[in-house]
């Protein structure tokens, strides 16, 4: 089992900055891909950026360039650097581990206020 924890949303102003964490516990020997998924109201959820195992890194044309997932492994936390926000990036913040099945966080609100 895997337990993951997000956390670091808030509310912040268009243009401002947000660095999201997401810490996971239990047996991660099989973690290959950790990645940020995003639901915003009445929407489905999307796929944000991810991070293998190996720190190779990949993210949705919407977010490239503005926001930048990294992780940290003596800690077992991935991190999503979120810079330049917009409205339009509102949504709660989920993280999922690829492993033999997939396990997913609480999620924690990103709101920007335009």
């Known amino acids: 089992q895997v337990q993951l924890v997000e956390s670091g949303g808030g509310l912040v102003q268009a243009g401002g900055s947000l660095k999201l964490s997401c810490t996971a516990s239990?047996?991660?020997?099989?973690?290959?891909?950790v990645g940020w998924y995003r639901q915003a109201p009445g929407k489905q959820r999307e796929w944000v950026a991810q991070i293998t195992h190996f720190g190779i890194t990949n993210y949705a044309t919407s977010v490239k360039g503005r926001f930048t997932i990294s992780r940290d492994n003596a800690k077992n936390t991935v991190y999503l650097q979120m810079n330049t926000l917009k409205p339009e990036d509102t949504a709660v913040y989920y993280c999922?581990?690829?492993?033999?099945?997939?396990?997913w966080g609480q999620g924690t609100q990103v709101t920007v206020l335009s």
């Open positions: 999922k581990a690829n492993g033999i099945v997939d396990y």
């Open positions: 239990g047996t991660l020997l099989n973690i290959n891909v």
